[in-house]
Structure formats: structure tokens, C-alpha cells
């Protein structure tokens, strides 16, 4: 059966494709599918997978965008929600980006802008878990290059950066992301448009302050 709020939308499963959304509930006669659901008490959440029948649980997912604002290192020491560093390095070269004050580390997560677009990965903090997901190498000269996609980390509108097809080098300026040795994942100053926009550096963030992101 529909999952609908109070507001009127109801649970999608958007066929299977990234997290669940909220959307305008179908009439129940269409049988729109990603909006079937199955929840009793004591049991999980499935959806029972459209077409396929394969069945599909419900996971609550511990991940939180990744921001980019202003660096910030007052009286000289980097805040602790832009301080990254490497960890469980590996000899093929590929490592995690980890917080290591909150056991957090760079991942990905799907996101869906609007009902028509295909989903965009949103480069995300979650727990450390070892998975492929987390793991990075520096490729192509500069890039951070997701091994789990293959994809590598994009300035996006400089403000919610995602994963990207590696570019190349003449046109990478919104990728070329550095490891600071004070810790910041920064992207350098940059200008777009032949030079009539410009853009200060800015610095991955897992907390930052609401004023930042104005």
C-alpha cells in the first residue's frame, strides 16, 4: 500500500535507483509500483521491487552532504569539520579521506534534483566502513578519483560538490581538488568565463555554519 504523510506526498521508491523520495501520490487504480509498499509492525520496510518481485529493504543511511565553504584555521588551527587525512592506505596507491576526531570519511551518496534528472552522486560523510565507496586515489595529475564510480570529485556549483567524469586537464579546473598538509581538501582560487568569474579557495566541510552556506 502507499506510505503517505500528512502533507499529502508519498513514499517512492524511484525504481530502485538511490534513497527513497517523496512525491505526489499516484492514483492507487494506476498501480504505480515505487509506491507500493509493504510495513507491519516489528518487520522491515520492502518494497517489493516493481516488476522484477525482487524484494528490496528499507536502510536508514548515516550520511550528510559534504559542503564547500571558506577555509578556516583561526589562530592557526584548522577547524576540526575541514580537517581530513589519509588512512588505511593501500599498496595500489588508494586510501580513505578520514576525520579522525569523529571516525567519519568521504563517500558518495545518490541524490535526485527533480523528478526528471538521473541520479547525481553528492560527495557525503558516513561512518568508516572500509567499503569501496570510500576509497580514493589521486589520478589524472590532481584529481580525487572515486574507485567505487570512477568518477572524480567536482566543484559542482561550488557550494555541494559531487562526482564527475574525470575531465581533462584544460577543462578540470572545478576538480583540481588538493590535500592540504594542515589537512583541508581544498579547491585552489579558480575563475570561469575567461577570467570575468572568479572564486575564492574553499574547503570541504561536514559542519558547516549556516551562515557559510548562503
Known amino acids: 500500500f502507499q506510505v503517505q504523510t500528512l502533507g499529502g506526498l508519498c513514499v517512492d521508491a524511484k525504481h530502485g535507483t538511490g534513497p527513497l523520495i517523496l512525491w505526489h501520490c499516484d492514483d492507487v487504480a494506476m498501480g504505480n509500483a515505487n509506491q507500493q509498499h509493504q510495513v507491519e509492525d516489528n518487520f522491515a520496510f520492502i518494497w517489493p521491487g516493481g516488476e522484477t518481485g525482487e524484494q528490496y529493504c528499507v536502510e536508514v543511511s548515516h550520511m550528510d552532504p559534504i559542503s564547500l565553504v571558506p577555509c578556516a584555521a583561526p ?14 592506505m593501500k599498496v595500489d596507491g588508494s586510501f580513505e579521506l578520514r576525520q579522525t576526531a569523529t571516525g567519519i570519511c568521504v563517500d558518495h551518496m545518490p541524490h535526485h534534483p527533480t523528478e526528471t534528472d538521473g541520479p547525481m552522486h553528492v560527495v557525503a560523510s558516513a561512518p568508516c566502513s572500509g567499503s569501496k565507496g570510500q576509497r580514493w586515489e589521486v589520478a589524472f595529475g590532481n584529481r580525487l578519483h572515486n574507485l567505487e564510480l570512477s568518477l572524480c570529485i567536482d566543484a559542482n556549483d561550488m557550494r555541494t560538490p559531487t562526482l564527475y567524469q574525470c575531465l581533462p586537464f584544460e577543462l578540470a579546473s572545478m576538480q583540481r581538488f588538493e590535500l592540504h598538509p594542515n589537512g583541508w581538501i581544498i579547491l585552489p582560487r579558480t575563475w570561469a568565463d575567461n577570467g570575468r568569474q572568479r572564486f575564492p579557495a574553499t574547503c570541504f566541510d561536514t559542519k558547516p555554519a549556516k551562515g557559510e552556506l548562503q
Open 75 to 88: 589562530e592557526g588551527q584548522v577547524l576540526a569539520s575541514q580537517m581530513f587525512e589519509k588512512s588505511a
